[in-house]
């Protein structure tokens, strides 16, 4: 099983491990990139955006590994876009601010596996192998540094 059913994510996010969802080319940069968000149990929920630039390839899979695309002076990659006190919110935030689907998380690490069928199927610009039409891609507001998470 690839995807978590929902009552699944909130399970893991509960019991402390983070869930992460591969969200197809990330647009507007010099660099050809990707995007994706990840949510991390961390005394709240924080949820995370990444833009990465896309250097895999057959034998390279390993996404937390790509350099950032948004090249921030932070230590950590990642951009913190919102943080709240339940992770059925999590969720919920994570699909207004990126897009994200409620039925495609995955446990950490088969987020490599999206990449590799995204490498296999010659980058799609537009929807995932299956069929599943990739988030519209737009610079979410940071409810983190505008004091608004829940």
């Not at 919920?92 to 995204?118: F, H, I, P, Q, S």
């Amino acid at each position: 099983m690839r995807y978590l059913a929902k009552q699944l994510a909130v399970g893991a996010l509960r019991r402390g491990r983070s869930i992460q969802q591969f969200l197809g080319p990330a647009t507007g940069f010099e660099l050809p990139g990707i995007r994706y968000v990840e949510i991390r149990p961390a005394g709240k929920y924080e949820l995370y955006l990444y833009c990465a630039e896309d250097i895999g390839h057959d034998q390279f899979f390993d996404v937390g590994e790509f350099p950032s695309l948004e090249r921030r002076e932070e230590d950590e990659f990642g951009r913190l876009i919102a943080r709240t006190d339940e992770p059925e919110v999590a969720l919920d935030l994570a699909k207004r601010l990126v897009g994200a689907a409620t039925d495609r998380w995955a446990n950490v690490g088969l987020m490599e596996v999206e990449y590799a069928d995204y490498l296999g199927a010659g980058r799609p610009a537009d929807a995932a192998l299956d069929g599943y039409r990739w988030p519209v891609e737009a610079d979410p507001p940071s409810l983190v540094s505008e004091g608004m998470w829940r």
